[in-house]
C-alpha cells in the first residue's frame, strides 16, 4: 500500500508556466494532477492522483474550499526542511506543498495562495522612498481591508441549521445565530464597516429579509423520488409550493436557486438555479446539476423569490440528500 507521500509526482513541472491553479493529465501514469504555481510560475502545491479529470476538478474545488480554514492546514518538518499539507472536513488529505527551508517562508507561500483564491493580488515587498514611507506614517489609524468569515454548520441530523460570523482581524471577535439570519450578519457587519461601508450595506439590504418556509420535493422524471440517495450524475429537480392563497393569481415572475450544503466539510454550491412565471398549480421547480458535488450527505437549500407589485417575497425550504 502507497504512504501518503508516495502518491504525488513531486518531479512533474508546471505545465503552463503561469501563476495559479493548472490541470493535467501525466504521460507517465496516465492520472489527472492539479497544481499551484507561486508567481514564477514554479509548482507550490501539488495534489495526488486522479482517474479522471471530472474526479480531479473535484479535489481542486474541495482545496480551494478548505485551504482558507486555518485548522485544515498541517505543518510537518522533514529533516531541516517544512512543509504543510490541506485535508478536507472528513480529514482527508487533497493536497502537499513542496520543501522549503523555514516557516516563515512557508507562511509566506501560504499568504500567497490565500490572496490568489480570494481574487486578490498578492503583496509585492518593494523598496519605498523616504517622502512616501512619511506619508504612509501620518495616514489616519484604521484598516483599509475588512474581511470576515462566514459559516453554517448542523451540529446533529434533526437539529436546525447553526451559523457563525467572525471578524478575520480579531477570532475573538464574533457572533452566533441560527438559520440563515441575514438581520444579525447585516448588523454584525455593519459594526465593523466605516460610514460608507455602513451605508452600503443598508442601500443593499432587501424590505424582506425573512423568508416563509416551505416544503421541499425532489423529483425524479416528474414523479417524487423514492429514496434520499443519488449518484453525482443524476438527474433530478427541486420543486417549491407556494401557499394556496397565490396559486390562482396573475402568473407571478419568479426566482428559484438551489444550493447544496456539504454537512461534511460546510461548503456551499449552487446547484440549481431557473426563472419563469409561477403556474396555477403554485409550484415551482428548477432542475439540480448533482455532478459538481463530491460523494458525502447534503442539504439542499432552496429559495424561491417571488416578485409581487407589492412586494417581494422569499420562500425558503431544505431537503437531506446522500451523493454516492
Known amino acids: 500500500m502507497l504512504s501518503q507521500k508516495e502518491k504525488y509526482d513531486f518531479s512533474q513541472p508546471s505545465s503552463s508556466g503561469k501563476a495559479g491553479f493548472e490541470s493535467f493529465r501525466s504521460d507517465k501514469d496516465g492520472l489527472y494532477y492539479f497544481h499551484f504555481n507561486d508567481a514564477e510560475g514554479l509548482a507550490l502545491l501539488f495534489s495526488q492522483g486522479y482517474s479522471s479529470m471530472k474526479s480531479c476538478k473535484n479535489g481542486?474545488?474541495?482545496?480551494?474550499?478548505?485551504?482558507?480554514?486555518?485548522?485544515?492546514?498541517?505543518?510537518?518538518?522533514?529533516g531541516k526542511a517544512h512543509f504543510?499539507?490541506?485535508?478536507?472536513?472528513?480529514?482527508?488529505?487533497i493536497a502537499r506543498s513542496r520543501l522549503f527551508?523555514?516557516?516563515g517562508e512557508m507562511e509566506k507561500a501560504?499568504?500567497?495562495?490565500l490572496e490568489e483564491v480570494r481574487g486578490a493580488a498578492p503583496a509585492v515587498a518593494r523598496a519605498v522612498p523616504a517622502a512616501t514611507a512619511v506619508a504612509e506614517e501620518e495616514a489616519p489609524a484604521g484598516p483599509s481591508k475588512f474581511s470576515f468569515r462566514l459559516d453554517f454548520y448542523k451540529p446533529g441530523a434533526e437539529e436546525p441549521l447553526r451559523g457563525r460570523i467572525e471578524y478575520a482581524l480579531n477570532r475573538e471577535d464574533k457572533l452566533a445565530f441560527e438559520g440563515v439570519d441575514l438581520d444579525k450578519i447585516a448588523n454584525f457587519l455593519a459594526s465593523h464597516l466605516p460610514a460608507e461601508g455602513k451605508a452600503a450595506l443598508e442601500t443593499a439590504r432587501p424590505r424582506d429579509w425573512k423568508a416563509e418556509e416551505a416544503e421541499v420535493r425532489i423529483l425524479?422524471?416528474?414523479?417524487?423520488a423514492e429514496s434520499p440517495i443519488f449518484s453525482s450524475d443524476a438527474a433530478f429537480e427541486v420543486?417549491?409550493?407556494?401557499?394556496?392563497?397565490?396559486?390562482k393569481a396573475e402568473a407571478i415572475p419568479y426566482e428559484l436557486q438551489v444550493y447544496a450544503?456539504?454537512?461534511?466539510?460546510?461548503?456551499?454550491?449552487?446547484v440549481g438555479e431557473k426563472e419563469g412565471r409561477l403556474p396555477q398549480t403554485g409550484r415551482a421547480s428548477a432542475p439540480v446539476m448533482a455532478m459538481a458535488l463530491h460523494p458525502g450527505a447534503y442539504r439542499l437549500v432552496a429559495t424561491l423569490k417571488l416578485h409581487e407589485k407589492e412586494r417581494d417575497t422569499r420562500i425558503r425550504g431544505s431537503r437531506l440528500?446522500?451523493?454516492c
Open 60 to 78: 481542486l474545488q474541495s482545496l480551494e474550499n478548505n485551504i482558507g480554514l486555518r485548522e485544515r492546514l498541517d505543518y510537518h518538518t522533514e
Open 84 to 93: 504543510f499539507t490541506v485535508k478536507a472536513g472528513n480529514k482527508q488529505e
Open 101 to 103: 527551508e523555514s516557516e
Open 110 to 113: 501560504i499568504g500567497f495562495i
Open 220 to 224: 425524479r422524471e416528474g414523479s417524487p
Open 239 to 247: 420543486q417549491m409550493k407556494v401557499d394556496a392563497r397565490k396559486e
Open 261 to 270: 450544503h456539504s454537512l461534511e466539510e460546510g461548503s456551499w454550491v449552487l
Open 321 to 323: 440528500i446522500q451523493v
